[in-house]
Structure formats: C-alpha cells, structure tokens
T-cell receptor
Framework: DGGITQSPKYLFRKEGQNVTLSCEQN?????MYWYRQDPGQGLRLIYY???????QKGDIAEGYSVSREKKESFPLTVTSAQKNPTAFYLC??????????????FGPGTRLLVL | AQSVSQHNHHVILSEAASLELGCNYS??????LFWYVQYPGQHLQLLLK??????LVKGIKGFEAEFIKSKFSFNLRKPSVQWSDTAEYFC???????????FGPGTRLSVLP
C-alpha cells in the first residue's frame, strides 16, 4: 500500500525540549516537504528537499531543522527555539519540482502540543 | 512575494445547491494552480490542477475550476453539491520559476442534508 506515513499522530512537548516528527514515503518520490497548518492560515512551508542530502528553507524555517539522508525519509525537528510550536504538521512528497511532477501527496499529519 | 486569498472562511449550503469557492493569487508570472480538499479525518488530497492549456479544468467528484489570468483567479465550482462534499478546501499556487508553493487559508464547506 503506497503512501506517506507520519508518526506519531499526537506528540507532546515540554518547553525547552526538542522533538522530532517522522515522515516516510514509499512512492519513490524525489521531493519532500514539511508544512505547518494553523487555523485560519492554511498551510505554510517550513522546509523542502528536492533530492537526498539537499534541503531548502521555506517561508517559516526558523526554529526547525530537517535532514534527508535517505530518499524515503524526511524527519523534522522542532527545536526549543521555535516559540510557538503548537500546530498540525503535514508532510508531503512529489515526483519532482517541475511541471506535472510537482503534484504533492500528503501524509495524515502530526499534531504537536506544548505542555 | 506570492500570496493566495480565499474569499469565504465558511460556506454552508443545502444539498443540490451550486457551489463556487473563490481563489485569487498575487503573482505576475506564469503559475501552476491547485485545489486540494481535506475531508474530515482524512489526508489532504488533490482535487484538480492547472498547468497550461484549457483554462477550464475538470477534477474528481464533479468539481471544476476556471483559470482567469486577467483576474488572477482560479475559482472552484460544482453544479450540485452532496453531503459528502463537506470538507475544507485549499487553493494553492506555485510560480513557474522555482518559487515555493503558497496555500490559501482554506474554506470550510458544510453541506446540509
């Protein structure tokens, strides 16, 4: 069953703590993305990666970090520097970044709550 | 910078009513346009997309959207909605020269049976 998995579904973080959100895809897609979804604001791009060992900042990268050591995996770390981390985080992937390849497929999301 | 606006935050319709959800973007160059839908408890999924060619695009489940370049708009339409269309709808834009995807704030559609 092909698709994108995100874990965990819910994640609780204490103030000052770093947490890592998992995103795995078995679609053989080159590009992967992380978005943050807040009520009334739609999705905002945090980071994206076109290819293994390469990633670029999106519109709201401050307080986040990523790695892309394997094609199928694109974990997101929410660091203690992120002042307002409570949100719904969505991972997506696409074949590529050009033309008809850039249609994105989304995972089920992880809801992060700060205690 | 690109931005996307969606005119309505929450739309409530009765079954069989016609639907039009507005989407406007600000970007002067060539764009790729998308509508995504998020049904309750489900993943965000692609409804339809426009890259080039016929500005009237047909998607899944009877939805269509029309790209009007002069108005920077990509409105979503459906002639007759069903209760199962209850969902949140997001318009997204990407400039054709390596710009990031930009999503609108979303429109929640509630269809009353």
């Amino acid at each position: 069953d092909g698709g994108i998995t995100q874990s965990p579904k819910y994640l609780f973080r204490k103030e000052g703590q770093n947490v890592t959100l998992s995103c795995e895809q078995n679609l053989n897609h080159d590009a992967m993305y992380w978005y943050r979804q807040d009520p009334g604001q739609g999705l905002r791009l945090i980071y994206y990666s076109q290819i293994v060992n390469d990633f670029q900042k999106g519109d709201i990268a401050e307080g986040y970090s990523v790695s892309r050591e394997k094609k199928e995996s694109f974990p997101l770390t929410v660091t203690s520097a992120q002042k307002n981390p409570t949100a719904f985080y969505l991972c997506a992937s696409s074949l590529g970044l050009a033309g008809n390849q850039e249609t994105q497929y989304f995972g089920p999301g992880t809801r992060l709550l700060v205690l | 910078a690109q931005s996307v606006s969606q005119h309505n935050h929450h739309v409530i319709l009765s079954e069989a009513a016609s639907l039009e959800l507005g989407c406007n973007y600000s970007y002067g160059g060539t764009v790729n346009l998308f509508w995504y839908v998020q049904y309750p408890g489900q993943h965000l999924q692609l409804l339809l997309k426009y890259f080039s060619g016929d500005p009237l695009v047909k998607g899944i489940k009877g939805f269509e959207a029309e790209f009007i370049k002069s108005k920077f708009s990509f409105n979503l339409r459906k002639p007759s909605v069903q209760w199962s269309d209850t969902a949140e709808y997001f318009c997204a834009v990407r400039g054709n020269y390596g710009q990031n995807f930009v999503f609108g704030p979303g429109t929640r559609l509630s269809v009353l049976p």
